[in-house]
């Protein structure tokens, strides 16, 4: 079993930083790969950005240049960093874990097995 959870969401203005966090607790589960996603408000939820157990990264076009996902295998411990955020970044952020690598497409929900309860994340002048 694997537990997830996340932090570092609130609110900022348009162009300031967030850096979100995602502790994995594990109790005899396995973590390959992991991502984020995220969710606004009346919409679906959409991929954000990937990194596979080897540390390959993926983004999604509307984040590149701007987040950056890494993790501290080590401290099992994830991360998005935000830069330059707007107003459209408002959304709900959940953090995914997969007890693989990824397959054929790491933005699809059926890569991850487990899923966080979200941290909101607000963008607003």
């Known amino acids: 079993q694997v537990q997830l959870v996340e932090s570092g969401g609130g609110s900022v203005q348009p162009g300031e930083s967030l850096t979100l966090s995602c502790v994995v607790k594990?109790?005899?589960?396995?973590?390959?790969?992991m991502g984020w996603f995220r969710q606004a408000r009346g919409k679906e939820r959409e991929a954000v950005a990937g990194?596979?157990?080897?540390?390959?990264?993926y983004y999604s076009n509307f984040v590149k240049g701007r987040f950056t996902i890494s993790k501290d295998t080590a401290k099992s411990i994830l991360y998005l960093q935000m830069d330059n955020l707007e107003s459209e970044d408002t959304a709900i952020y959940y953090c995914?874990?997969?007890?693989?690598?990824?397959?054929?497409?790491?933005?699809?929900?059926?890569?991850?097995?487990?899923w966080g309860p979200g941290t909101q994340v607000t963008v607003s002048s």
């Open positions: 995914a874990a997969g007890m693989g690598g990824f397959g054929l497409d790491w933005s699809d929900e059926i890569e991850y097995n487990y």
């Open positions: 594990r109790n005899g589960g396995s973590v390959g790969c």
């Open positions: 990194i596979d157990y080897d540390g390959t990264s």
